[in-house]
């Protein structure tokens, strides 16, 4: 299940949660809605991708600790084998894929994506209307400030409205039970056997074409590779607001710190972090590649995503034992139309970042149209879109 939605989620964070609670929540009825806005909230106070947090929020709900090593690794290992490929072809002819027409197509479907997300998050939680102009304001504030922590004020603010506004107020939500997942949250994730086996084939895929390209599945080298791991774990703690955010943090420390990639390295990275599915930190899967081979990968990857995993489960077990609370339940209350309104918000700044041209409108519309209309599964409108992309721009 993770697999299949880290093998199509385009677009970004916003794009990757999306995906997550169409299937978890809107088609598998594996968690409730309002479970699913808590865990975006706790993601999106804490440092690393929010997208991959929420993942492992979401595994950890369902079946624990091996739920959340599961469901993240799932959800990061298609793009990381796609990163590995690409990077590989890169260092070898010096220029990447050709995907821009594809990417162009993604972007409407993407946006669609999102907005039909939160549509459908509104109109279960929105009950009053402060709620309403809790998530009006939340979105115009993500949409014309920009900073470094623009999120975390807007969910910290968020809850103090909703601790004065509601913390005397009865409410029929159920949100105070702890994260009641029910029966049908039991069911055993899909079974993630046979990713070894889908690298080893890649591998021999890559003896096969060329025995340069399978070179660096060799190279070991220790100290560069533990460099790596810590040089990545260290900036993981202090990313906040996603990983566009983190950007320039990463420029500084490999580019112009370290010295382990060029600029024009640097910002091809960045590219394929964007035109590949998953969460766009991916790229450090690049930089690791660069260094030390497909260990420096491994390492630059665990780097980035292990620490914030780790700090997001154990913030999780936390919020499971106070969230009883009256004053807890009322920020909650006041934090979940917040989160909405950011996800109306990041569907407005994908949808502003297309070309727009008659094409575009006509796939936002078709991907609109399969999802409301026909409920379409998440995973079929992405790929078709790029199809789309390839054939009309």
Known sequence: MFLKIGSTA???????????????????KLMRHDDMLDGISLAS?????????????VGYQLRGFS?????????????FVLIIILTAVYFQWGSLPVMDKLFMGFLPAVSAIIFNTAWGMSRKTIKTVQEGLILAVAAALLLYIKGFYVTFGIIASAALVGLLLFRNQKTTNKISEGLSTGAEGKKKIEDTKGKKTFIEKIRSSLFSVNPVLAIPFFSFQPEITLKLFLTFAGMSLMLFGGGYVFIPMIQKVVVDGYGWLTQKEFIDAIAMGQVTPGPILISATFIGYKIAGVLGAISATVGIFLPPILLMIFCTRVLDRIRKSNVIKSMLQGIRPAVIGMIFAAAIVIAQSTHLVWTTLIIFVAAMIALMRFRVEVVWVIPTAGLAGLLLY
């Open 10 to 28: 385009f677009g970004g964070f916003m794009a990757l949660i999306s995906v997550v609670e169409n299937m978890i929540v809107s088609r598998r």
């Open 45 to 57: 106070m804490l440092p690393g991708p929010v997208a991959v947090n929420v993942v492992a929020f």
């Open 67 to 79: 739920g959340a090593a599961i469901s993240a690794t799932a959800v990061i290992l298609p793009s």
